[in-house]
T-cell receptor, first 115, second 116 residues
Framework: AQSVTQPDIHITVSEGASLELRCNYS??????LFWYVQSPGQGLQLLLK??????LVQGIKGFEAEFKRSQSSFNLRKPSVHWSDAAEYFC?????????????FGSGTRLQVQP | GAVVSQHPSWVICKSGTSVKIECRSL??????MFWYRQFPKQSLMLMAT?????????EQGVEKDKFLINHASLTLSTLTVTSAHPEDSSFYIC????????????FGQGTRLTVV
């Protein structure tokens, strides 16, 4: 069974500092990987996704993530954090099925941005 | 990107009444829709998967008679919380997929249900 681990429950960074959110997955084959962001009381917005090809993927809002098969990781990065980035971030994995199964989500990482 | 609209965004109801939440894919046909429940500061918990025209598949521990799901068309799924109780108060989120391997899920904005 597939699973996703986000080791950091809560992270605080200063505005302008760099950010890395960790995500490790467990899956028997090459997974489809996603990062979503959720603002309070809102649904989830897709930041970026990895299906195949280049292991460094670019997303919206200046985010990027790198797929490392050897480490079973898909960490999210941003070189300079803005106050508006404060939110909950979820890593998710999907499998190579017909597309009729739900994504498996990690437990989330809450990002706080200090001025 | 594709848009999923969820309505209402918040609802307060009395204990014992039923509440219906709608989830619509506005600009695409969703072969599969999912319903999640999210407790404060926690991740999304999958409640059920519904494919258009067939019965929903519920996750273990989710009462199918309490959480009625109808997926009558490729653009609309509804979740009805029957005989709601305060412990049903939560944030409910739907998502829809276009279909095909590894396709991303698009999410509604969520519904905050408060049962008093």
């Amino acid at each position: 069974a597939q699973s996703v681990t986000q080791p950091d429950i809560h992270i605080t960074v200063s505005e302008g500092a760099s950010l890395e959110l960790r995500c490790n997955y467990s899956y028997g084959a090459t997974p489809y990987l996603f990062w979503y962001v959720q603002s309070p009381g809102q649904g989830l917005q897709l930041l970026l996704k990895y299906f195949s090809g280049d292991t460094l993927v670019q997303g919206i809002k200046g985010f990027e993530a790198e797929f490392k098969r050897s480490q079973s990781s898909f960490n999210l990065r941003k070189p300079s954090v803005h106050w508006s980035d404060a939110a909950e971030y979820f890593c998710a994995v999907g499998d190579m099925d017909t597309g009729r199964r739900a994504l498996t989500f990690g437990s989330g990482t809450r990002l706080q941005v200090q001025p | 990107g594709a848009v999923v609209s969820q309505h209402p965004s918040w609802v307060i109801c009395k204990s014992g009444t039923s509440v219906k939440i709608e989830c619509r894919s506005l600009d695409f046909q969703a072969t599969t829709m999912f319903w999640y429940r999210q407790f404060p500061k926690q991740s999304l918990m999958l409640m059920a998967t519904s494919n258009e025209g067939s019965k929903a598949t519920y996750e273990q521990g989710v009462e199918k008679d309490k959480f009625l799901i109808n997926h009558a068309s490729l653009t609309l799924s509804t979740l009805t919380v029957t005989s709601a109780h305060p412990e049903d108060s939560s944030f409910y989120i739907c998502s829809a997929k276009l279909g095909g391997p590894g396709t991303e899920a698009f999410f509604g904005q969520g519904t905050r249900l408060t049962v008093v």
